[in-house]
């Protein structure tokens, strides 16, 4: 990720909505692709702050009415106002604003969510809904448990237990994995090294990939790198993980421990923490760190390298502020092969620039 600076000079972040230096509202600008000033217009429009694009601009629904997001639009005439941003429209369900807290939790999954399509973007990975004719059509859900004792007998004994996953395009994300106390207290009873909100889209998104570039198109290339994903069946595989946990010495061979379930999980669990390293390296680049190791170009040894470096570095960062390893895993050479799977994977689908 990078910073921007708004018209007044001030550093401007990714999630910003406001510059506090001169009270200016900032969205993100699709025209410049960019976090620009928002300078207002007529009728509640806005002109990209940057001199080069200018173009006019109106902000998403949810920033303007909801504010769970910073994105705009720009205004052409043949469209109605007050529409959904670029990533707001993948959106098919959004979670009960009337329940206390959600709204909150819904803004988490929105910031998320966000920092996922924009390394999709920098990796110029294909994603669409069906009328862009992508396939699978990507969408999402942001539901919560619906565990409230209900009001009248007829509507009695309708329990809904959300379960965070991939279904044919579909990411469904469980609202309570945006509560911090919640994810923390999973994250230790799973024994995780990391259980984040951007680490769920990460790994749900993989699972998106493998239907729409491995599925009938490179399966056996999978099972060479991950195992055979048909044998044993998922359900299977599941219950043996949850009955026995992970195989002994797990660390050699896959990024988690949750990996070892299945050979879509291995996937899954890799191709996220391929995005992670991506997300990093992008980071330090323009952040100064390291200028050199650009994560679209760079051959995977050298990204490996450069990412195991600098976890080094920000790892003992981390640790002098009492926080968990922003790098926990070691990367042998069984994983290393699996990454320069994805890595050659996600560099052949990237669309031409
Ligand atoms: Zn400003
Ligand atoms: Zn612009
Ligand atoms: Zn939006
Ligand atoms: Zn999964």
Partial sequence: MRSYSCVCGNIAFFENTHCLACDEDLGWCPGCSRLSTLLPEQDGMFRCGNKHCNVLLAKCHN?????????????????????????????????????PGNREMWGRLEAAKRRLLYTL????????RLEDGIEPALTFDFKADTTQKPKWWWSMGKEERVYTGHAHGKITINVRE??????????????????T??????????????????QDVSEQECKAVFGDHENPSYADAQQKYYKDGPTAQWQ?????????MHPWEDFAETFATYLDM????????????????????????MMVRRYAELGVVFNEMNRSM???????????PPIVTKLQYVNDLVRTAARPE
Avoid at 278 to 301: F, I, K, W, Y
Wanted: proline share 5%; glycine share 4%; net charge negative.
């Fill in 252 to 260: 050699k061979n896959y990024v988690s421990a949750y990996a070892t």
């Fill in 197 to 214: 909100v951007i680490g769920h889209f990460r790994h749900e998104i993989a699972h998106y990939y493998w239907q729409m570039l491995v």
């Fill in 322 to 332: 009492g926080l968990t390893d922003l790098v926990p895993e070691i990367f042998g």
């Fill in 63 to 99: 920033y303007a009415h909801e504010a769970v997001c910073n994105r705009c639009y720009i205004v052409s005439a043949d469209e109605s106002p007050a529409r959904f941003c670029d990533y707001c429209r993948f959106n098919d369900t959004i979670p009960d604003l009337t329940v």
């Fill in 178 to 195: 945006a509560d911090t106390v919640e994810r923390e207290k999973a994250r230790v009873l799973f024994q995780e090294a990391h259980r």
């Fill in 121 to 128: 973007d920098l990796l110029r990975l294909p994603y669409g």
């Fill in 278 to 301: 991506v997300s990093v390296l992008d980071t330090a680049r323009h952040m100064g760190v390291d200028e050199n190791c650009d994560p679209l170009t760079a051959a995977l040894p």
